[in-house]
């Protein structure tokens, strides 16, 4: 390889091109496998002039490392070699500049406490520990990759979960991580917003770019949103780069100039800077009483409608009227002086019966005393909502597996507009027996996972209930709850498509009820999940899978005179009311099809929700316009249909 590029110099008389990666490494090795001096020197002499200064050094570390005789002649041949037949006196000074740096480099690592130094870097690198920003912004910056977008932030929550530096981190630690995560993606739209402001050519580029936007995303959260005080925003935030390669796998450091960029920025945003407020008369400042940070000026700018995609507003508008959209957006979204307030609801394995109208008052009077019980255990400010679940108040904290009764299986998390499917399904199918036991019936919940509907159904008594997921991870996690609450044994879960499941061909096979909650784009969850409010406005696909479920099990699953619940958390009409008019609209057009009419929805069967009625029939939840603690309740959609004999 060096003859080949000598001769080639020698007879063009210009300098080549650099030697390629695999040829620098070849020449490495050569010079490993050789005991010649002079062999050496022509490979320093050759080399030198055709390879970058990072090469150089590298190379040098080498020899410094495998054959410390030859690091002075190496260096000396460094400062001695310029470069071969120069085209022009920039490629001379280049080329100077080049050297120059190799060879102080070389200088450098061939001090005698060089090795000293190497082994006291490695010392360093095995005591340093992750921190809750670095978990956090190792979760935002993941997510991207060559072929996606920078600004992609799905599901940054469940890979924060999922990381093993996360779980090692103290409770304290794990909760700060979980709340800077979601902070920016509540508040990514006026995040990104303030820093496009600050910066001129915003979003970064290069290949460090994801890890770049996420640091400073997390600092301005700190900044701006969380109040933390400015030299620890700054400096523990910066600090992540610096010890990002050293606890990441296959990461290069980030070079100090981007290093400082980011620190400056944050630094620039945390400088105080005058309100008008502050001027008073005469142009005298007041800064010990109105005095803001920079970032704070930049922040007003912006709007809480900008962490919202405009084409969800605009239909939410248009579905709903400007007064509702206005109560759905501070519900979502609430200002910037009113932080998001955090809310748990559990449902109890008493919840359902305590509301259900039994022949047995006995059995009513003790499914409500342990539900008022289990509500003392959350603590004094746990909350007993209408409907049956319980709301946890800010005194109950920590790992919720160490909350009272969760080992032994008496609740589970789910959203309290999430648990009415399973209510009307429930107080149909009674009533239509007469308030006798469910023991005999058998009812199928389609997308089953994670598992809040089919317990409700299990804990209300039916004598068989049917799970179908299509997702194999989401059926472990239905599988391991069912397991926690000792509800398996009158459970079959199905893996598979729910527009492919039929259930078993037998004579005295009746399925009574389905409770149909189909994938949606689960928009009415954004106040827990502000991810959702910036999805795509592309619902063609989620559209089809829908009308598919709801025709495959009004015709093909459920029995005659069986009852049918559709349900979404969705709070778009084309996902939910439309798609219910069209089972509908389909049935009386064709009669091969299945016809369907709607069982109305009583106010008596949803205590609380009694003005989420519609004109149908239908129960329809809209965030933010409940009066009372069910004004912070996910948005949800329930239609309650029956199937009539051909």
Excluded at 231 to 239: E, P, R, Y
Excluded at 389 to 416: C, F, K, N
């Amino acid at each position: 390889i060096l003859h080949k590029h000598q001769k080639l110099q020698n007879s063009i008389k210009k300098p080549l091109t650099p030697y390629t990666p695999l040829d620098t490494q070849r020449i490495i090795v050569a010079a490993e496998q050789s005991s010649s001096r002079e062999v050496c020197a022509l490979i320093c002499t050759a080399i030198i002039p055709m390879i970058s200064p990072y090469s150089a050094a590298t190379m040098g570390a080498f020899l410094l490392f495998s054959q410390p005789t030859r690091v002075k002649s190496f260096s000396c041949t460094i400062q001695s070699n310029i470069i071969a037949f120069p085209s022009s006196h920039a490629a001379i000074t280049r080329a100077r500049k080049r050297h120059v740096f190799a060879a102080s480099t070389i200088k450098d690592i061939s001090h005698p406490d060089a090795q000293k130094r190497r082994f006291h870097s490695s010392k360093t690198k095995d005591n340093i520990r992750p921190t809750a920003r670095f978990v956090a912004i190792a979760a935002l910056s993941s997510g991207s990759s060559k072929k996606e977008n920078v600004d992609s932030l799905a599901f940054a929550a469940r890979r924060l979960e999922q990381d093993e530096r996360y779980q090692r981190l103290e409770p304290r630690d794990r909760a700060f991580a979980r709340l800077l995560v979601a902070t920016v993606e509540r508040r990514l739209g006026q995040i990104d917003g303030v820093l496009k402001r600050c910066v001129d050519k915003y979003p970064p580029k290069g290949k460090h770019a994801s890890l770049l936007q996420a640091t400073l995303r997390i600092g301005v959260a700190q900044l701006l949103f969380l109040n933390t005080p400015p030299f620890a925003a700054n400096h523990d935030t910066v600090q992540v780069l610096r010890i990002n390669h050293c606890l990441s796998k296959n990461s290069f450091p980030v070079p100090e100039p981007m290093i400082r960029f980011v620190n400056g920025v944050l630094r620039k945003l945390s400088t105080p800077a005058v309100s008008e407020e502050a001027v008073g008369v005469g142009g005298n400042e007041d800064n010990s009483k109105h005095t803001t940070l920079y970032g704070h000026e930049l922040l007003k700018q912006t709007s809480p409608d900008d962490n919202i995609a405009p084409w969800l507003l605009e239909r939410w508008e248009r579905d709903w009227g400007e007064s509702r959209a206005r109560l759905i957006r501070e519900e979502m979204m609430p200002s910037n002086n009113n932080p998001v307030s955090p809310r748990i609801d559990v449902t109890t394995k008493y919840s359902l019966t305590s509301l259900m109208e039994s022949s047995n008052p006995n059995t009513h009077q003790n499914s409500r005393a342990m539900l008022e019980k289990m509500q003392q255990d959350f603590g004094d400010d746990c909350i007993l909502l209408p409907q049956g679940s319980l709301r946890i108040g800010s005194s109950l904290t920590g790992d919720i597996t160490q909350w009272p009764g969760y080992h032994d299986g008496t609740w589970w998390v789910q959203d309290a507009s999430s648990t009415l499917p399973a209510l009307v399904l429930t107080r149909a199918l009674s009533n239509s027996r007469d308030g006798e036991d469910l023991s005999s019936l058998h009812v199928v919940d389609m997308c089953a996972a994670p598992g809040g509907k089919t317990s409700q159904l299990l804990s209300a008594g039916f004598g068989r209930v049917t799970a179908v997921e299509a997702s194999e991870r989401r059926s472990r996690r239905l599988v391991e709850n069912l397991s926690r609450l000792n509800l398996s044994e009158r459970c079959h879960v199905i893996v598979g498509d729910g527009q492919n499941y039929r259930p078993p061909e037998r004579d005295d096979q009746i399925l009574h009820g389905i409770l149909l909650d189909v994938p949606c784009s689960a928009t009415g969850t954004g106040a827990r999940r502000p991810d959702v409010l910036r999805r795509s406005s592309d619902l063609k696909e989620l559209l089809q899978i829908q009308e598919l479920l709801a025709n495959h099990c009004a015709d093909n699953i459920l029995s005659e005179g069986g009852i049918l619940v559709y349900a979404t958390c969705s709070i778009l009409k084309e996902e939910s009311e439309d798609q219910v008019t069209k089972l509908i609209a389909r049935g009386k057009q064709n009669s091969k099809h299945a016809s369907m009419t709607t069982l109305p929805i009583h106010p008596s069967e949803v205590p609380g929700f009694e003005s989420a009625i519609d004109e149908n029939g239908w129960l329809r939840i809209l965030p933010g316009v409940l009066e009372g603690d069910l004004r912070s309740a996910d948005g949800f959609f329930v239609a309650r249909l029956i199937k009539e004999d051909s």
